[in-house]
């Protein structure tokens, strides 16, 4: 079974930066796709970015320039690099990932708080 576990979430203030990580049971590779998610109460759930096993990496507009995602393999773990932060990026961080490009994203994290103070 597939597990995917986020760290590193918190408090900062706008402008500051935080990484996420996410460490998967097994080789990131192993998926056509991985990414980050976010999810704000009452609002639906936005992808953040994602990262292909080919390389190709996709962002959200509101997050390009400022976000990057990238992954470390010998640790099978995922990251996000957050930069200048914003109050509107506060949200659950999630880790998703998919076996394959037809079946959508079929793994989930747990999720992790990300409060951006203004």
């Known amino acids: 079974q597939v597990q995917l576990v986020e760290s590193g979430g918190g408090l900062v203030q706008a402008g500051g930066s935080l990484r996420l990580s996410c460490a998967a049971s097994?080789?990131?590779?192993?998926?056509?796709?991985i990414g980050w998610f976010r999810q704000v109460p009452g609002k639906q759930r936005e992808r953040v970015a994602a990262?292909?096993?080919?390389?190709?990496?996709n962002y959200a507009d509101s997050v390009k320039g400022r976000f990057t995602i990238s992954r470390d393999n010998a640790k099978n773990t995922l990251y996000l690099q957050m930069n200048s932060l914003k109050p509107e990026d506060t949200a659950v961080y999630y880790c998703?990932?998919?076996?394959?490009?037809?079946?959508?994203?079929?793994?989930w994290g747990q999720g992790t708080q990300v409060t951006v103070s203004s």
């Open positions: 998703a990932a998919a076996r394959s490009t037809a079946s959508g994203y079929n793994y």
């Open positions: 097994r080789s990131t590779f192993s998926f056509s796709y």
């Open positions: 990262l292909s096993s080919s390389g190709i990496t």
